[in-house]
């Protein structure tokens, strides 16, 4: 007779020298599943709890390379360097969508936004420092270059 349900707190899965290689367990905040690489480094993590779901991508020196979220506020994927530093992030939220990316300090260099009232991409310089923005939007489009001030140096309608 076989046994058709198992329970517990935790599963953990070995390989033949004994080391963890997968945890399923149950923690505090939900449920996730952890896979690790041959010297036991965690690679993957699946995870779920009350703000939502996750699945995290770590590389060999265990920083995190990709994230992909769905929350109450909509659905991410994040791409990280090899720092760990979000590079780039594509988001479904209730208000549009968006794809951002960053350089390697962090700064934001380019934006492009959709939603109800159109599109918008935004161009930044290396201090983050919008210097570019075009539009296309309902009531029309239109194009802004600024000075490394913020300051409006061009306008096309």
Not at 23 to 45: C, H, Q, T, W, Y
Not at 56 to 62: G, I, P, R, S, V
Not at 75 to 92: P, Q
């Amino acid at each position: 007779m076989s046994t058709k349900e198992i329970r517990a707190n935790s599963f953990v899965l070995e390989d033949a020298n004994g080391m963890p290689r997968a945890i399923l367990g149950m923690f505090k905040e939900g449920p996730a599943l952890s896979l690790f690489d041959e010297n036991g480094k965690g690679r993957v993590v699946v995870a779920a709890d009350k703000e939502g779901t996750g699945l995290m991508l770590k590389d060999e020196n265990d920083k995190e390379r990709a994230s992909l979220l769905a929350h109450k506020g909509g659905t991410s994927l994040s791409l990280y360097d090899e720092n760990g530093k979000d590079r780039a992030t594509l988001g479904v939220y209730k208000e549009g969508t968006e794809l951002a990316m960053y350089d390697e300090n962090g700064n934001p260099r380019a934006l492009l936004r959709g939603d109800e009232d159109g599109a918008r991409l935004l161009l930044y310089d290396e201090n983050g420092t919008g210097r570019a923005a075009l539009t296309v939007l309902k009531n029309g489009s239109g194009l802004n270059l600024f000075d490394e001030t913020s300051k409006l140096i061009w306008q096309a309608p």
